[in-house]
């Protein structure tokens, strides 16, 4: 579908009411665009059309896929907010809540930058991910917005037209895949090689126009003899042509193939009117053209997670040429080519489709969810978006024939992790195709696996982590381990100070009194004797500093330390081994205040605790300006990298979108928001925000940026 630059709202309507009579709905659109009209007057576009045919043709867009009508109107509105200063509130006086919120949803995914650098990748794809886990159609709507846009690009530079189309590639294509909306995906790839690799693109045209009357004719003949042989058996259908895509061309030459070895340049589309028509009709077409071995894929059996069910065989036709034919009813066609779009029943009685569907298949972005929260570094979160969630997708087999989606890339082990975790701990082999396979092998589309399993064994072995793709396969093998080592330590620990108090001649029963205990959780800050045997079997306590806060016999470790500072017992190296160089001292345990979070780049001192090595302060933290006898000299070590912790308080004179605006200012910058906390205070605005950060220099930029927020009146670093 080409650009509608004179596309009338008298046009659209036309186009809505062909599914959509309901006539307080409809006067709705009616008044989103009066709205956004008198809202959008007088602003252009870049060719110079005004701006109202925009989301005119998004909303055609939608439309031609019978979108619903809260869908339509926040079409139609979706550049209010951005483009004329319309608030919120403003759309829920006038339309609901509900198109409110997806209009703001469009909004804030509209404003974000989704190139970059490594972390701003990863900030973007987040925040875009999540956010879409709230409604599907704010998502639908974008992938419409984004295809008007592409449509008309050829008006920007050629640096922002590549830019643009990478993006379209990277970011939506694979999602609207996922979503199974084949046909806004089709044209959004083609657009997006034109404008990336206009060479290739027009290349590719080219040969195909040169054959097109002789492919015409090969078409129009196969249909004709095809459709006979139906007709002939009484099976109602229709057959299309079926133009080849000029993206999916071009992969397939870019993987290496010659254009006449591509199968599908010819091929059919046959509509049906049920499921057992599909499988008469390829039986009828089988009995006259001979198929292709290993061409055949029963995708109505079997459907692909996106929910495309359709027949697929290649067959030698007319002439001893390939066609590769299609055969699907109506309401097939209409999923795969519109995918969950294809489902506007939002709020009928009980659980829709579109909402069982959402369930089902939004799965993989809560599945980024969970990358999230397992703490992985920021390069390891954009490769597991990319490789788990964005990555070419295989489709593998069950013995039962179950699907299961994975990534391309996957092994044996990701497959026995993605049925259950209890498989993967008790696998001992693999089988694929009835045949025995190493557990590294990489699984390929349509493979069946058997996972061996036996309940004796002792749980995964640790070079797995290696040979596992996904990062769910990864985190599982890694938890395993994390409680064998808990388990591990507290037995150690327990045999350790069992040894230590009969080395002492101190009776078990009488120094594990309740009271003993309850000092010895007290000093420590632990809650249990499990807590206390762990710690000493990983070594984060010694048994006398446990036996000393009872019986007070020896000196402590820290009076030691002192001593060992004022007498200048040792060498005069630094510790070079840490972040934080403690002069005059080796291999003693540092730990960041909580009080001042202090980051590099910050004046430091430490502080000699209980029990607890050494606590590394702010200079001007009011908690430790009159304890100089415990103080020592400390300072950073210039080789560090690490991110440190510390917390801002953010004053403002209203909360509208400072949260979003806060995360924004991380954009294409070293930070990371880990938390946003709102204080009430009498009727103030004031925001304490949790960053990570380098080193002082950064901090200072931020803060200065969230100054620059036009509702912002002051920042400052929080001592507890």
Known sequence: MKDKPKLTFEELLEKIKTYIQDEKQLDMINK???????????????????????????????????????????????????????????????????????????????????????????????????GLTEDVRVIIIKMADRLHNMRTMYILDEEKQKANAKETLEILVPIAHRLGMNKIKTELEELSLRYSKPDVYFGIVERLNKSKNERNKYVEDMMDEVSKILNEHGIKHEIKGRAKSIYSIYKK?????????????????????????????????????????????????????????????????????????????????????????????????????????????LQFFRNIMEIKENDTDEEQFVKDVKGDILNDTI??????????????????????????????????????????????????????????????????????????????????IKAYFNKIDKEQYLKKGEEIFI????????????????????????????????????????????PNQIINIITNDNKTKEQILIDRVVNKETNDDSNNKGDVVVEGIDNIKVSISKCCHPIPGDEITGYISSGHGINIHRVMCPNIKDLDERLIKVHWNDKTDQKYSTYLLVHATDNKEILFNIVAKTANTNMVVKSINTINNEGKYIFEVKVSVTNLLDLNKFMNDLKNISNVTNVERVIK
Not at 297 to 308: E, F, Q, R
Not at 504 to 518: I, Q
């Open 32 to 130: 989103s665009y009066e709205f956004a009209s008198i809202k959008h007057k007088g602003q252009k576009r870049l060719n110079h059309t005004d701006y109202i045919k925009h989301p005119l043709n998004v909303a055609y867009i939608l439309a031609s896929i019978n979108a619903d009508y809260q869908t339509i109107c926040a079409a139609l509105l979706h550049d209010t907010m951005e483009m004329c200063g319309v608030s919120k509130e403003e759309l829920e006086d006038n339309f609901g809540n509900e198109i409110a919120s997806l209009v703001d949803g469009v909004t804030k995914i509209n404003r974000l930058n989704y190139n970059g650098d490594t972390e701003s990748q990863v900030a973007n794809h987040r925040k875009i991910l999540v």
């Open 253 to 361: 030459l870019d993987n290496g193939k010659r254009f006449s070895d591509i199968y599908d340049l010819l091929a059919l589309r046959v509509f049906v009117d049920t499921e057992a028509d599909c499988y008469q009709a390829m039986g009828l077409i089988h009995s006259k053209y001979r198929p292709v071995p290993k061409r055949l894929k029963d995708y109505i059996a079997m459907p692909k997670s996106n929910m495309y069910q359709s027949l697929h065989t290649t067959v030698f036709g007319k002439d001893g040429n390939f066609f590769e034919i299609q055969i699907r009813t109506y309401e097939m066609d209409r999923v795969a080519e519109h995918g969950i779009a294809s489902h506007w029943s939002y709020k009928e009685k009980g659980k829709t489709m579109l909402q069982d569907t959402m369930e089902e298949k």
């Open 395 to 476: 489709y593998v087999y069950t013995p039962k024939g179950d699907v299961i989606e994975l990534p391309n890339g996957s092994t044996p082990i990701d497959f026995a992790y993605r049925v259950h975790t209890n498989v993967g701990h008790t696998m001992v082999g693999a089988i694929v195709n009835e045949k025995i396979v190493p557990l590294d092998y990489k699984l390929k589309n349509n493979d069946i696996i058997k996972i061996n399993t036996n309940k004796n064994q002792v749980g995964p072995s640790s070079s797995w982590i290696d040979m596992a793709y996904t990062s769910s396969a990864r985190n599982k």
């Open 499 to 542: 040894s230590e108090l009969r080395k002492r001649k101190l009776s078990y029963n009488e120094f594990a009194s309740d009271d003993n205990l309850k000092k010895i959780f007290k000093e420590l800050k632990i809650d249990n004797l499990n807590d206390l045997y762990i710690g000493i079997g990983n070594n984060k306590y010694s």
